[in-house]
Structure formats: structure tokens, C-alpha cells
């Protein structure tokens, strides 16, 4: 799992800390569960493909859990994965608008391609 830089994990720590004060504990359980226990130390690769994929399969864990709990005892896994597929894709681009960023551009992390200076 890629994690996060010191800068954001301590600004979404506190926050979540902020909201646990204000009684909001479901949305500090979820950015704690988030987060995970400690910051990235060390810048790695991560590609905007890795990170589709990381959604993906997320999106799949969603979906399995949907199952558990309907105790679902069949699936059709192409029509899950198109309704996947279209979720992934609205999820990224209202996160990126959310966040202000400029899906157009390539991420800090993303790998140089032969040629680029990164």
C-alpha cells in the first residue's frame, strides 16, 4: 500500500483528532482506518495506472462486502466490473475536483518516462 507524505497524514490526522471532539466519530474512524498507522519517510514511484488499479480493486472490496452482506450466493463479475469501471472514473474525477487538482497533470510521483527529467 502506497502511503501518505508526512505533510498530509499529520493535516488528515488532526483532522480526524478534530472531528472525534465534535462527536464525529464515524468520519474520524474512516480517515484513522485511512491513513494508516505512519506517514511515507520515503518518496516512492506510484503511477497513475498503479493508482487505477488501486481503486479498482477497492471498488471490488466494496463490492464483496455488498455480498457478505446480502449473503449473495451468485454474481455476474462482468456486469459488477463494468458498474466498477464507471464508479472508479466518476469517484477520481469528483476527488480530483474536490481537491482542486488538475487531472491533466502528472503527479509528482508518477515515473519519468525515457527522456524526462523528473
Known amino acids: 500500500m ?3 507524505n508526512t ?3 499529520r493535516k488528515l490526522f ?6 472525534r471532539e465534535q462527536g464525529l466519530t464515524k468520519l474520524a474512524n474512516g480517515i484513522i482506518d485511512a491513513i494508516g498507522p505512519e506517514p511515507e519517510e520515503d518518496v516512492k514511484e506510484y503511477s497513475y495506472g498503479e493508482f ?3 481503486v479498482h480493486k477497492d471498488l471490488w472490496r466494496l463490492a464483496t462486502r455488498l455480498m457478505v452482506y446480502y449473503d ?3 454474481a455476474d463479475v462482468s456486469k459488477i466490473d463494468k458498474v466498477i469501471l464507471s464508479w472508479a472514473s466518476k469517484i477520481t474525477d469528483d476527488l480530483e475536483s474536490s481537491l482542486a487538482i488538475d487531472h491533466s497533470l502528472k503527479g509528482p510521483l508518477d ?3 525515457p527522456g524526462e527529467d523528473k
Do not use: F, R
Not at 488532526?14 to 472531528?19: F, L, N
Open 2 to 4: 502506497t502511503k501518505l
Open 7 to 9: 505533510t498530509i497524514y
Open 14 to 19: 488532526a483532522q480526524a483528532e478534530e472531528a
Open 52 to 54: 487505477q488499479d488501486d
Open 72 to 74: 449473495v450466493e451468485s
Open 111 to 113: 515515473p519519468a518516462v
